[in-house]
């Protein structure tokens, strides 16, 4: 029976001469009325429902300074290691210990490049490159001593993203689809925009660092693409009228529910969902990109006319989209990886972020989304205070991260690296403690949200121990 399905609809493909590539994120439903009828039978409502206890955030935007930004160079005022310049680091700190490509070499102290200034009440130390986000002192947490495992860029970024290094692991804003659902049917849940910046080598980003994993295919990750055609192959192919289209994916369709009475795939349920949601988002996505309602000083404020790919349009994109329900956003700004020329390159690459980042902070202030939403800035891991040339190589055992939103206490600082800012040492965060502290705002305790697959229970948060960071919380 299965054989007859599968040959019935490859030769319903052939003999109609159209590919089903184009048609696959197009409408199956008739009308305006008949998709309204059906709104609340899409949205997707979550396996953790209730939640394991009251939640403080609805969304969460992800910040990824793909590359890895140095802490010395953002958030992590190092006055002995300014003073040692050009000495040899401390054996006692980095004897046996891994680096990238500075093994074997001579390990140099290199100074901090730029000076730290105080901003807001609280005071907090931010490196002068970023006087905007610096403004926002009162408002963010600065988390200075994270650590992590992968020392180079593709499985440390696998790890941020899924809690393992291994490929194949749903990512985070795929577990939270699945625990929470979505709360928008006319676009995806979980939206990734990418950029490259100009102040540094640009690392590639694998699709895969959004993906589902074993989780069903529903849950992962969409890329939105800031220039062109925003989602591809969205639009009808030219020629193909509406009426034709929509009898293709008609009959398609009453194929893949004939073949799912069959073998109960719900990767064919999935299927079927998602023409669905591509039939909304054929009016949804050309608002949402479309940027003449937004005003002259929104634009000039996030320091962009949008549509041109950056990070500061993208960053405003960001902000739309979290204002129609989408629950994940995370945004990929690639220029970080500054193994020579740091002083140079941070010059160019915190001018990229800076603004736009302080402008979509104040933006969600503004417009009410802040208290419910969780901002995160930051790399997969930063950069050694040993000189590689005029740059600093990957570094793994301390590094810095910006959090942000209404459940962060805002205007303090947590943990610390030691004086040379070498490894993590006073009240350490792993990634694995942030997704945890990501799930309890969430609502969701991570030790109780699994997913069996192949006779195992998986979680974001690994069989190791993970805390959450109940300091930082408000």
Request: aromatic content about 8%.
């Amino acid at each position: 029976m299965s054989n007859y399905w599968e040959t019935s609809r490859r030769s319903f493909l052939r003999q109609t001469g159209f590919s089903l590539g184009p048609f696959a994120l197009m409408s199956l439903l008739n009308s305006e009325s008949k998709a309204a009828d059906n709104n609340s039978a899409d949205l997707h409502q979550g396996v953790v429902s209730p939640p394991h206890h009251p939640p403080k955030v609805k969304r969460v935007i992800h910040l990824c300074m793909a590359g890895g930004p140095s802490h010395l160079e953002t958030f992590d005022e190092k006055p002995t290691l300014k003073a040692q310049h050009g000495q040899p680091m401390p054996e006692s700190l980095t004897k046996g210990q891994q680096v990238a490509q500075l093994q074997g070499r001579e390990l140099k102290c290199f100074a901090p490049q730029f000076e730290f200034e105080s901003f807001g009440e609280s005071g907090q130390r931010v490196c002068s490159l970023f006087p905007q986000m610096g403004s926002l002192a009162d408002d963010v947490c600065l988390v200075r001593s994270m650590h992590t495992d992968q020392i180079n860029h593709d499985p440390a970024h696998t790890l941020f993203n899924t809690g393992s290094a291994q490929a194949g692991r749903p990512s985070m804003g795929s577990w939270l689809l699945y625990g929470l659902g979505q709360e928008c049917n006319d676009l995806p849940g979980y939206v990734v925009l990418t950029s490259v910046g100009k102040g540094g080598q640009a690392q590639p980003i694998a699709a895969r660092q959004w993906h589902s994993g074993f989780l069903p295919s529903r849950y992962q990750g969409v890329q939105f693409h800031a220039t062109g055609a925003p989602v591809l192959y969205l639009n009808r192919p030219d020629g193909v009228s509406m009426s034709q289209q929509q009898r293709l994916v008609e009959n398609v369709n009453k194929l893949n529910r004939g073949f799912d009475d069959v073998v109960t795939d719900p990767e064919i349920a999935t299927r079927i969902g998602q023409y669905e949601m591509a039939f909304r988002m054929q009016s949804s996505v050309p608002e949402l990109m479309d940027l003449s309602g937004e005003t002259a000083e929104t634009l000039e404020a996030y320091g962009t006319q949008g549509g041109d790919g950056t990070y500061a349009s993208n960053c405003l994109l960001a902000r739309r989209l979290l204002e129609r329900g989408v629950r994940c956003v995370q945004l990929y700004h690639r220029a970080w990886d500054h193994h020579g020329g740091i002083k140079r390159s941070m010059e160019i690459t915190a001018k990229e972020v800076d603004q736009a980042t302080a402008a979509l902070i104040r933006d969600l202030k503004q417009r009410g989304l802040f208290d419910d939403t969780l901002i995160i800035w930051g790399g997969e891991f930063g950069r050694t205070p040993m000189a590689q040339g005029s740059g600093r190589d990957h570094h793994i055992k301390g590094f810095s991260m910006l959090l942000s939103g209404g459940a962060v206490q805002g205007g303090m600082s947590y943990g610390s690296t030691d004086e040379f800012g070498y490894a993590a040492q006073e009240n350490p965060v792993h990634v694995r403690d942030l997704h945890a502290t990501l799930l309890h705002l969430f609502g969701i305790n991570h030790k109780k949200f699994s997913y069996r697959f192949q006779g195992l229970d998986f979680r974001l948060t690994g069989v190791e121990e993970a805390h959450v960071v109940h300091d930082i919380l408000t």
